[in-house]
């Protein structure tokens, strides 16, 4: 199994950027689907990005797609999620999560362990 560990959240103005990191503990980080999801105040925990497990697929929500960018690095077990272009809309507490199936989806249930969560504020 995998545990995932965020860091990189803070704020930001809009307009600006943020990259969130997300290392996970354990030897087979490569054969893991990674996601990023959110959730902000009030609203429900929702999809942002995906990867596969060799990073060659991704998937974006469409209200991130243009902006954001899921990459991995397997030799280092992190995945990482590039913010630019940041709205307030954005501001929520990111998730990264693991996932032992073999495509990418979008609903929180197909992810098998979860991180505890990193800020991101985006101020108007």
């Known amino acids: 199994q995998v545990q995932p560990v965020e860091s990189g959240g803070g704020l930001v103005q809009a307009g600006g950027s943020l990259r969130l990191s997300c290392a996970a503990s354990g030897r087979t980080f490569s054969g893991y689907i990674m996601g990023w999801f959110r959730q902000a105040p009030g609203k429900e925990r929702e999809f942002v990005a995906g990867?596969?497990?060799?990073?060659?697929?991704?998937l974006y929500a469409d209200s991130v797609k243009g902006r954001f960018t899921i990459s991995r690095d397997n030799a280092k077990s992190t995945v990482y999620l590039q913010m630019n272009s940041l709205k307030p809309e954005d501001t929520a507490v990111y998730y990264c999560a693991a996932s032992r199936s073999i495509v990418v989806f979008t609903t929180g249930a197909s992810y098998d362990y979860w991180g505890q969560g990193t800020q991101v504020t985006v101020s108007s």
């Open positions: 990867i596969s497990r060799s990073g060659g697929t991704t």
